[in-house]
C-alpha cells in the first residue's frame, strides 16, 4: 500500500489545515541524546604546539661600521646640488671631519640602545680591513651562541663590486680597500644580522647567499674526503640562522632628496617615529592639517617609552600596526621567527616595514633576507595616517595654548573592528586582523577590561582561535595579568586560561613557576564567585595537577584538598564533577596527598557523589576513588582497611545505569587488583578449582528440541550485518553460528541455576578482537569460564574455604568484576575481561613451576628445571599463556591436540591448596606488587615477556584508563557561548526537526480521521515476507513506515510501504538468552531502539535502519535478578488448558518465563521494567539509575505492564492471574492502591487506557477480557474471546483489540465484543494457512495489525482499502 507516500515530502500541503505542529511534540524530552552517548569518550587528539618559541634569542653585540670619510665623495657617485646630507640627524658639514665622524658614530650607537640598551657597541669609524676582522671576531667569541648585529654605512665608500666586495679604507686614507663578504661571513659566524646602508645595497645580500652556498658544498665535499684541507679545520658556521636588511635593490642608488637625511635606511630602522611625522608633512595631504610645520614636529612633548605621552602613544600605536601588518602578511613560522624571537630583531623589522613604504615612495626598494611579501599598501597603514593627523592637528593648540592632551581612539576603533568580526562573521572565514591589537591593547589599563572579554569571546570559537592566540604571543601577557589584584578581571582571566589548557596543557609548568596557581585557589576558594567560574577555576587546578608532581606539590600546600571537598555538595553539576577530578589527580601516585585526603576523610565525603543524579559526576567521583586506592605507596593496617572500605562503597555501583560510570568502576578496582595483587591471586585460583571441580547443574538437555525449526531445515538464512557498536564488537556470519559469546549475566547470588551448559559452548573469549574465531586463545579466562564461576561462586562452600575475614573483600571485589566481565556493554566487559585475565595469568604462572616440581610427575616435554624461561609454554604452540590441557579443564571444552606433531602438552598436577587457602609462596610476594614483575625468584618463575609471544597482549597495564577525563576536559575547548545547534532557529538539525514533527502532526491527524470513522474489518494484508528469524516480538515506529521484528537475538527491520528489508543485525544478547520486548524511545524524533532480554539486560541502539552501521548507544543490566519461570499453573486451579499453552509458548519462545517487560514513558523520560522478579524497577534514563523499586506484593511473575504519567498509575498484568494498580507517588508499603483477582489464568496484557478516566483492560490466556474501572473493585464488563491465547495487543486509539491463538488463526474484536474479522491464510501465498502465532502488535495511530508466527512469515494487515 502506497501510504500518501508524496505527502510525506512535501510538508506544505497540509498545513492550511494544521497550521502548525502540535507543540507537544517539542516539549517531550529526548532520552539517551546527550553527548556521552553520541561521541566516543575520548580525549581530543592534541594539537602540534608551534607557538613556543623553542629557541629565543637575544642580540648581544652590535658592530657600527662607518665608512663615511666626511668631505671626501666616492669616485664612482656623482651627488646633486644640494644633496641629502644628514647622517644620524647630524649635518657633518657642521662641525670638523674628525668630530663629525665621531659624533655620528655615538648618535648611532645611542638609537640602537633605544631599542636593545643592553647589548654591547663597539664602533668602528672609517676603518681598516684588520679593524674589522678583529671587531668582528672578538664580538663573536664573547658573542658564543647569541647573535651579533653588523651595521655597515659606506656613504663614504665606492658601491658593493658583483664580486661580493664592500669596500674600506687603508691606513693613510689613500686608498679604497675591498673587504669580501666571505670573509665577513667568517668572522661573523651564525647567527648574526646584517645591516646594510649603502648604494647598490642588494648586490651584497647576493653575494652573502652565493657564499653561504659554496660554504655547503665545501663542507659536503670535505665531509665525503678527509684530505680536504676543510676536513682538518673546525666546522665553519652554518649562514642559515643569517638575517639580512640592505637599503635597495642591487641596482639602486639611495634617493639624494635634501629634505631626507642621508642614511634613511638607517632612520627609518632606528627613528621610525621622527621620519614617520616628517614624512607626513612632506605629502600633499598634510596641507590639510593646519600649523604644522617641520619644525613643530621636533617639539612634538613626551617620552618614547611613556604610553600616555603623544610621543610615547604614536610609537605604542606604530608598533601595534607594524605588528599587524606582519602577523596578516606573513607565513606563520616567518613571523614567529623573525618578529618573537629577539626582541632587537623584532624592532628592526617593524621598523623595516615603515623603511619599505617610504623608501618606495622615492623609488627605492629596501630588501631583506628572508624575504618579506610587499606590504606598503596594507590599509592598516590608512589607520596609522589618521593616527599621525589626529595626534599633530592638536599639537600647535598644545604647545602654543598648552591645552590637554586628547588620547588617540585607534586602540578603541580597532576593539570595535575585532568585535564587529566577532559577531558578525560567518563560521569559515580568515582570522581577524586586529588579534595583535588586542594583544597590545592589554597592555593598557584603559582598555584592558574590554580587551580581555573579547580575547574570551574569540578563545570561545574553538582550539584553532587558541592555537591562533598563542601563536600571536598572548601568552606572557595573561601570564603576567595574573598578578593583578582587580577583582573585575578574574572571571575574564579564569575563562581565558580554561580556553588555553584545554588545548594546550603543557602550560601547567608555566603557571606553577610564576605562582599561577595561587590564584585560581583563591577564585576556587571565594564563595562570591559564580559556580561557572569557580568550576573553569577548578579545571585549571586540575590541569595544573595532572601527572605533574611539582604541580601536585604546589596545590597541596595551597590547600587545594579542602577548598575542594568544601564544594562537592556545590548545586552546579559541573562543578562537582571537576572537584571530584581535581581530587582524583592530586593524589593519583602522590601520598602526601592521599594522606592529607585521609585526614579530611576525602573518601568519605567522596562517597555521597556516587549516588549523584548525573553520571559525569558519578563517574568522577569513581575516578578519584580509584586513584584513591591506587596509590603505590607501602600500605599501613590503617590504609588497608581504608581501601577495603572505599571498594565496597565502589562495588554498589556495580549496576549502575550509566555504562560509563561501570567503565571507570572496572578501571578504579583494578587499581585495587594491581596494589593487592597477591590476595587476587589467591582468590583467583580458589575460584578456578572450584569452577573446575563443581559441576553446574546443567538444564541443557531439556533445552535441546526446544527449536522448533531447527536451522538447517530453514531456508539459506541471509548475512547478518555486522554492527559497528564502538569498538567493532562482534562480526556476524550467518543468524546461528554468530559468536554470541557477549554472555551478559548477573550477579545471581541467590538464585537457582541459570539455564545454560557451558558444555555446549564455544570457548570463544571477549568480543572486541576475536570476531568469529571461537577458539580465539588470547584469553586464560574465556567467557564462559569467568561466567560459570559467577554462578558457582554462589552455591559454592567458597566463603568456607577462603578465611571469611580476611579474605572476604577480595572475594567480593572477583565477584564484582566477574560480573562485570559479562555486561552487556561490550566496552564494560572488555576492560573486565582484562583485569581478569591479567590476575588469572598472573596466578596460573606464579602457581604452575613450584607445583610442577613438588609433585616430581614432570611429563617428557615439561622442562626439567624453572630456569628455561617459559619453555614449557612454547611447545604448547606457543599462543595460549597456559598448557592448552588445563586451559581446556577450566572451559569444560575437549583438549585441542597439541600443534607440533606428537610432542604431548604438559599436564597439570591436581593442585590442593595450602593451609589457609594460600596459593603457594603468594606470602612471599610484597604486598604493593607492580602487574608486571614475575614474583618472588625474577624472571625464572614465568615466561620472559620477550620469549612469550602469547603473553600479555591481551591483559592490562598498570595504567588502564577510560579517558572520561580528558573527554570531560574537551568542554573547554570547544564554543561555550555559541548557540547550539538545535536552538538555532535556522541550523539543519532544527529544520530536520521541524520535518519531523509535521510528519508527526499529520500521521496523527490522518489516523485520526479513520479510526473516528470506525473499523469494521480488518484483514486487508498490506504486507507479508518471510523474517530471517522466528518473529518473538514486533514493534512498529509510531511515525514511519518502518516496523522492528525481534527474534531470539536478533533484530529485522522492515519498511512495509516499499516491502523491503532495511537492516538486520545482532543485538549481542548470549545465546541461552532471547529479547522478550522492544520499545522505540525519542520516536517522535531521532528514534533509538530499546531491547530488552531474559536476563535482565537493556540494550539501546541508534543508527538503524538507514544504511549506517547500528551502534549501540548504550546497555544496562535493567533488572539484576530475573529467575525464570514457566508460564505456570494458575493460583486457583491447575487448568489443563493454560498448562498448554504454557508447554506450547515455552516451546515456541525456547524457554518460559515472562523474560522481561516494560514500558516506556516519554514524557517523565521514566522506563518501568519488570519480569521473573518480584518487584517493579523504575529507571530515570535522564539521570541513567534506579529511582524506584515498587514490591509487586505477589509471589509469581509479571508479564506485562502499562503506565499512565498523567495519573503516575502503573497496571501490572500477572502470572497469577491478578492485576494490580500501582501509584508510584506513594511509599513502597502502600503504593499497591488495587488488586483484581478476576482472572483465573495468566494475564496475557494489562492495558491501561491513557485518557483521564481510562480503564484497565485485560486479557487472560483463557481469553476473557476484561474491563476495570480503577476506583470500583470489580470489573464493567467482561468479554470471552477464543480460549489458548498466545498473544494479543490493543489498539490504542481505535477500541479494537487483537488476539492470536493456538489454533492459528487470529481474531480481531471491537470494544463490544463483536468479531470484526477473523484471519487464517495468508493473502495470495495459495491460501496457505497462517503457521502459529508467535507475536502481533496493533500501531500506535493506523489501522494496522503486525503478525509474527512460527513458520518465520511476518504480515500487517490493515482497514479496507476505501478507508484509508
Same mark, same amino acid.
Given at each position: 500500500m502506497k501510504m500518501d507516500s508524496e505527502l510525506l515530502l512535501s510538508p506544505a500541503i497540509f498545513l492550511a489545515e494544521e497550521e502548525e505542529a502540535d507543540m507537544s511534540d517539542?516539549?517531550?524530552?529526548?532520552?539517551?541524546?546527550?553527548?556521552r552517548h553520541s561521541e566516543k569518550i575520548e580525549g581530543s587528539k592534541a594539537l602540534a604546539q608551534s607557538w613556543r618559541m623553542k629557541d629565543r634569542m637575544k642580540t648581544v653585540s652590535v658592530a657600527l661600521v662607518l665608512c663615511l670619510n666626511v668631505g671626501v665623495d666616492p669616485p664612482d657617485m656623482v651627488k646633486t646640488s644640494p644633496c641629502a646630507r644628514l647622517e644620524c640627524w647630524i649635518d657633518p658639514l657642521s662641525m670638523s671631519p674628525q668630530k663629525a665622524l665621531e659624533t655620528i658614530g655615538a648618535n648611532l650607537q645611542k638609537q640602537y640602545e633605544n631599542w636593545q640598551p643592553r647589548a654591547r657597541y663597539k664602533q668602528s669609524l672609517d676603518p681598516t680591513v684588520d679593524e674589522v676582522k678583529k671587531l668582528c671576531t672578538s664580538l663573536r667569541r664573547n658573542a658564543k651562541e647569541e647573535r651579533v648585529l653588523f651595521h655597515y654605512n659606506g656613504h663614504g665608500v665606492p658601491r658593493p663590486t658583483v664580486n661580493g666586495e664592500i669596500w674600506v679604507f687603508n691606513k693613510n686614507y689613500t686608498q679604497y680597500i675591498p673587504l669580501s663578504v666571505y670573509d665577513l661571513q667568517t668572522w661573523m659566524g651564525s647567527p648574526s644580522i646584517f645591516v646594510y646602508d649603502c648604494s647598490n645595497a642588494g648586490i651584497i645580500v647576493k653575494s652573502f647567499k652565493?657564499?653561504?652556498?659554496?660554504?655547503?658544498?665545501?663542507?659536503e665535499v670535505a665531509a665525503i674526503n678527509p684530505n680536504h684541507p676543510l676536513a682538518q679545520m673546525p666546522l665553519p658556521p652554518s649562514m642559515k640562522n643569517c638575517i639580512q636588511l640592505a637599503a635597495c635593490e642591487a641596482s639602486e642608488l639611495l634617493p639624494m632628496n635634501p629634505d631626507l637625511p642621508a642614511d634613511l635606511f638607517t632612520s627609518c630602522l632606528t627613528t621610525p617615529i621622527k621620519i614617520a611625522l616628517r614624512w607626513f608633512c612632506m605629502q600633499k595631504s598634510a596641507k590639510l592639517v593646519p600649523g604644522v610645520t617641520l619644525d613643530l614636529i621636533e617639539k612634538i612633548p613626551g617620552r618614547l617609552n611613556d604610553r600616555r605621552t603623544p610621543l610615547g602613544e604614536l610609537n605604542w600605536i606604530f608598533t601595534a600596526i607594524t605588528d599587524t601588518i606582519a602577523w596578516n602578511v606573513l607565513p606563520r613560522d616567518l613571523f614567529q621567527k623573525l618578529f618573537r624571537q629577539d626582541l632587537l630583531v623584532a624592532s628592526l623589522f617593524r621598523n623595516f616595514l615603515l623603511a619599505e613604504r617610504i623608501m618606495r615612495s622615492y623609488n627605492c626598494t629596501p630588501v631583506s633576507s628572508p624575504r618579506l611579501p610587499p606590504t606598503y599598501m596594507h590599509a592598516m597603514w590608512q589607520a596609522w595616517d589618521l593616527a599621525v593627523d589626529i595626534c599633530l592637528s592638536q599639537l600647535p593648540t598644545i604647545i602654543e595654548e598648552g591645552t590637554a592632551f586628547r588620547h588617540s581612539p585607534f586602540f578603541a576603533e580597532q576593539l570595535t573592528a575585532f568585535q564587529v568580526w566577532l559577531t558578525m562573521g560567518v563560521e569559515n572565514r580568515n582570522p581577524p586582523e586586529q588579534l595583535p591589537i588586542v594583544l597590545q591593547v592589554l597592555l593598557s589599563q584603559v582598555h584592558r577590561l574590554r580587551a580581555l572579554d573579547l580575547l574570551g569571546r574569540f578563545l570561545d570559537l574553538g582550539p584553532w582561535a587558541v592555537s591562533l592566540a598563542l601563536s600571536v604571543g598572548i601568552f606572557p601577557y595573561v601570564l603576567k595579568l595574573l598578578q593583578s589584584s582587580a577583582r573585575e578581571l578574574r572571571p575574564l582571566l579564569v575563562f581565558i586560561w580554561a580556553k588555553i589548557l584545554a588545548v594546550d596543557s603543557s602550560c601547567q609548568a608555566d603557571l606553577v613557576k610564576d605562582n599561577g596557581h595561587k590564584y585560581f585557589l583563591s577564585v576556587l576558594a571565594d564563595?562570591?564567585?559564580?559556580?561557572? =567560574?569557580?568550576?573553569?577555576a577548578v579545571f585549571i587546578l586540575a590541569v595544573i595537577v595532572n601527572s605533574?608532581?611539582?604541580?601536585?606539590?604546589?596545590?597541596?600546600?595551597?590547600?587545594?584538598?579542602?577548598i575542594c571537598l568544601e564544594q562537592l555538595s556545590d548545586p552546579h553539576p559541573l562543578l562537582r564533577q571537576w572537584v571530584a577530578v581535581c581530587l582524583g589527580r592530586i593524589w593519583q601516585n602522590f601520598d602526601s596527598a592521599r594522606w592529607c585526603g585521609v585526614r579530611d576523610s576525602a573518601h568519605e565525603k567522596l562517597y555521597s557523589l556516587l549516588s549523584d543524579p548525573i553520571p559525569e559526576v558519578r563517574c568522577a567521583a569513581v575516578f578519584a576513588l580509584g586513584t584513591f586506592v591506587g596509590n603505590s605507596a607501602e600500605r599501613t593496617d590503617h590504609s588497608t582497611t581504608i581501601d577495603h572500605n572505599v571498594a565496597m562503597m565502589l562495588a554498589q555501583l556495580i549496576n549502575d545505569g550509566s555504562p560509563v560510570v561501570r567503565k571507570e568502576l572496572v578501571v578504579a578496582l583494578s587499581h585495587l587488583v594491581v596494589q593487592y595483587e597477591s590476595n587476587f591471586c589467591t582468590v583467583a585460583l580458589q575460584f578456578m578449582e572450584e569452577e573446575k571441580n563443581y559441576a553446574v547443574p546443567s538444564t541443557a538437555n531439556t533445552l535441546e528440541p526446544c527449536n522448533l525449526t531447527p536451522v538447517r531445515d530453514s531456508p539459506a538464512i541471509p548475512r547478518l550485518r555486522s554492527v559497528n557498536s564502538y569498538t567493532n564488537i562482534r562480526a556476524a556470519t550467518t543468524a546461528r553460528n554468530l559468536n554470541k559469546s557477549l554472555q551478559n549475566l548477573n550477579l545471581n547470588e541467590e538464585g537457582g541455576?541459570?539455564?545454560f551448559s557451558p558444555g555446549n559452548l564455544s570457548t570463544s573469549s571477549s568480543a572486541s578482537s576475536t570476531l568469529g574465531s571461537p577458539d580465539n586463545d588470547e584469553y586464560i579466562l574465556s567467557f564462559e569460564t569467568i561466567d560459570k564461576m559467577r554462578r558457582v561462586s554462589s552455591y559454592s562452600s567458597l566463603n568456607s574455604l577462603i578465611g571469611v575475614s580476611f579474605n572476604s573483600v577480595y572475594t567480593q571485589i572477583w565477584r564484582v568484576l566477574l560480573h562485570l566481565a559479562a555486561d552487556p556493554f561490550p566496552e564494560v566487559s572488555d576492560l573486565a575481561m582484562k583485569v581478569l585475565n591479567s590476575i588469572a595469568y598472573k596466578a596460573t604462572m606464579n602457581a604452575r613451576p613450584q607445583r610442577i616440581l613438588d609433585s616430581g610427575s614432570l611429563t617428557q616435554s615439561a622442562p626439567a628445571s624453572p630456569t628455561s624461561k617459559g619453555a614449557h609454554i612454547h611447545q604448547a604452540g606457543g599462543s595460549p599463556p597456559m598448557p592448552s590441557a588445563s586451559s581446556s579443564s577450566l572451559t569444560n571444552e575437549v583438549p585441542k591436540p597439541p600443534t607440533r606433531g606428537g610432542e604431548q602438552p604438559p599436564t597439570r598436577p591436581p593442585y590442593t591448596p595450602t593451609l589457609g587457602g594460600q596459593a603457594p609462596h603468594s606470602h612471599q610476594f610484597p604486598r604493593t606488587r607492580k602487574m608486571f614483575d614475575k614474583g618472588p625468584s625474577g624472571s625464572e618463575q614465568a615466561g620472559d615477556d620477550a620469549d612469550d609471544p602469547g603473553g600479555h597482549k591481551a591483559y592490562m597495564n598498570a595504567n588502564l584508563s577510560t579517558g572520561l577525563c580528558d573527554w570531560s576536559a574537551k568542554y573547554f575547548a570547544q564554543p561555550v557561548m555559541k548557540i547550539?545547534?538545535? =536552538?538555532?532557529?535556522?541550523?539543519?538539525?532544527?529544520?530536520?526537526?521541524?520535518?519531523r514533527f509535521l510528519r508527526n502532526a499529520r500521521v496523527r491527524k490522518q489516523s485520526q480521521r479513520i479510526t473516528q470513522r470506525g473499523v469494521t474489518r480488518l484483514d486487508d494484508q498490506i504486507f507479508i515476507?518471510?523474517?530471517?528469524?522466528?518473529?518473538?516480538?514486533?514493534?512498529? =515506529?509510531p511515525f514511519n513506515p518502518c516496523i522492528a521484528v525481534a527474534d531470539k537475538d536478533s533484530i529485522c527491520f522492515?519498511?512495509?510501504?516499499k516491502a523491503e528489508r532495511l537492516d538486520y543485525f545482532y543485538n549481542g544478547n548470549p545465546r541461552y538468552t532471547r529479547i522478550t520486548a522492544m520499545e522505540y524511545l525519542n520516536g517522535h524524533d531521532y528514534s533509538l531502539l530499546l531491547t530488552a532480554t531474559d536476563d535482565g539486560a537493556l540494550r539501546i541502539w541508534k543508527n538503524f535502519a538507514d544504511q549506517r552501521n547500528p551502534e549501540m548507544v548504550t546497555a544496562w543490566q535493567g533488572l539484576s535478578d530475573m529467575l525464570p519461570t514457566t508460564r505456570g499453573q494458575p493460583s486457583s486451579s491447575a487448568h489443563s488448558l493454560a498448562r498448554r499453552v504454557s508447554i506450547y509458548l515455552d516451546r515456541s519462545k525456547g524457554q518460559g518465563g515472562a523474560g522481561m517487560v516494560v514500558d516506556w514513558e516519554q514524557e517523565t523520560g521514566l522506563l518501568m521494567t519488570s519480569g521473573d522478579v518480584r518487584v517493579i524497577r523504575i529507571w530515570d534514563t535522564e539521570r541513567e539509575m534506579k529511582v524506584q523499586d515498587i514490591p509487586t506484593g505477589a509471589d509469581s511473575c509479571v508479564t506485562s505492564l502499562s503506565c499512565d504519567s498523567q495519573r503516575s498509575l502503573i497496571a501490572a498484568g500477572l502470572g497469577d492471574g491478578s492485576v494490580r494498580l500501582y501509584d508510584r507517588r506513594m511509599g513502597a508499603n502502600e503504593c499497591r492502591v488495587m488488586t483484581y483477582r478476576e482472572h483465573s489464568s495468566w494475564v496475557v496484557k494489562a492495558h491501561l487506557q491513557k485518557q483521564t478516566d481510562g480503564k484497565v483492560i485485560s486479557v487472560s490466556v483463557d481469553g476473557d477480557v476484561r474491563f476495570f474501572e480503577l476506583r470500583s473493585p470489580d470489573s464493567v464488563n467482561v468479554l470471552q474471546t477464543v480460549k489458548g491465547l498466545t498473544a494479543l495487543d490493543i489498539h490504542p486509539q481505535a477500541n479494537l483489540f487483537a488476539c492470536g491463538s493456538m489454533n492459528q488463526f487470529i481474531a480481531v474484536y471491537n470494544s463490544n465484543g463483536d468479531v470484526i474479522s477473523n484471519i487464517k491464510y495468508y493473502d495470495g501465498f495459495m491460501g496457505q494457512r497462517i503457521g502459529a502465532i508467535s507475536c502481533l502488535a496493533f500501531h500506535p495511530y493506523w489501522p494496522h495489525l503486525a503478525v509474527g508466527s512460527n513458520d518465520y512469515y511476518m504480515s500487517i494487515y490493515s482497514a479496507e482499502k476505501r478507508l484509508r
Open positions: 517539542w516539549n517531550l524530552p529526548l532520552a539517551f541524546m546527550k553527548k652565493q657564499f653561504a652556498l659554496q660554504r655547503e658544498q665545501e663542507l564563595p562570591y564567585m559564580p559556580a561557572e =567560574h569557580r568550576t573553569m605533574y608532581t611539582t604541580g601536585q606539590e604546589a596545590c597541596l600546600q595551597g590547600n587545594l584538598i579542602a541455576p541459570v539455564a547550539p545547534e538545535e =536552538h538555532d532557529v535556522e541550523s539543519q538539525v532544527r529544520k530536520e526537526r521541524e520535518w515476507n518471510r523474517n530471517p528469524g522466528v518473529p518473538s516480538v514486533v514493534k512498529f =515506529h522492515w519498511d512495509w510501504e
